[in-house]
């Protein structure tokens, strides 16, 4: 009987620890009620950096006449012994380490540090000379090449496509399945390459509800998310195999001595 009530003390006990534990390292916006929001009214918009991949086009009411400047992929094919070639895909500019894209007519001009607005704005400009001034020629800028990377404690940890050109931290996490357990909610490191090449690292904190806003709430194309794990999985993963085997011998040996004590007793 006073086993009974041993291993019913023991169960108890473990329910209790294991029902006490603390959100306070868990939860994100701990102090949401106190957060100002009036310094997160802005919209964000996006930067060419050297080596993003940009599409450019140039659509006028006579076709004819924007063709020229619109880089295509020119798809050929053969009619008896002639080779033509018909409008294909779009094809993509890499920004160089300068900036300079090289556009057919127009030639280099300088995208890099502009939004999408300001690079579209700048390449009419480049256009309209060569059109009549009846022609309002439309140009769309897209980035192709929008990526950000999510590693450590995450569930699905990755590289990330953004087809929006914008995405906070909070959901480049939603999309690597958020934080497990054991990453580390007030550490997460952002690591940035600016439009020079330098790198720089910051720590941001996502139990704090003023994380919305923080510069670093938005990321650039090219940014990695780094979630460090807590203590509990770093001492878990010092336990080797060596080590669990050790547990199992040990396990064994204690059950064949109670085994003996009980037969010889």
């Known amino acids: 009987m006073k086993k009974i009530y041993f291993f019913a003390f023991l169960l108890f006990a473990t329910l209790l620890l294991t029902g006490c ?24 918009d996006a930067r ?22 619109n880089l295509l992929l020119q798809n050929a094919y053969t009619q008896g012994r ?41 390449v009419t400009e480049k256009v309209r000379p060569y059109m009549a001034e009846t022609e309002n020629p439309v140009v769309t800028v897209t980035m192709a090449s929008y990526s950000v990377s999510v590693l450590g404690e995450v569930a699905r ?15 480049a996490l939603a999309q690597a399945g958020d934080l497990t357990i054991y990453g580390v909610r007030d550490r997460v490191k952002l690591i940035r390459e600016d439009a020079t090449g330098k790198k720089s690292m910051v720590t941001l904190n996502l139990n704090d509800a003023n994380i919305v806003n923080s510069p670093y709430y938005y990321l650039q194309q090219n940014d990695v998310v780094y979630v460090e794990p807590n203590k509990v999985k770093a001492q878990n993963s010092t336990v ?26």
Do not use: C, H
């Open 48 to 69: 060419i950096m050297p080596k993003d991949q940009i599409t450019v086009s140039v659509n006028t009411t006579t076709p004819e006449v924007s063709l020229p400047f």
């Open 82 to 122: 002639s080779v033509s070639y018909s409008g294909g895909t779009l094809m993509p500019y890499l920004v160089d380490n300068d900036g300079y894209i090289n556009m057919p007519i127009i030639g280099r001009i300088k995208v890099g540090g502009l939004t999408k607005s300001e690079a579209e704005k700048l």
């Open 157 to 171: 940890p990755g590289s990330f496509q953004v087809s929006r050109e914008k995405i906070t931290i909070l959901e």
């Open 21 to 44: 534990g603390s959100t306070k390292n868990v939860a994100y916006f701990q102090n949401s009620d106190s957060i100002n929001f009036d310094n997160s009214r802005f919209l964000y």
């Open 240 to 265: 080797g195999q060596t080590t669990t085997l050790w547990f199992s011998a040990t396990s064994i040996l204690i059950s064949l001595t109670s085994l003996l004590y009980n037969i010889l007793k």
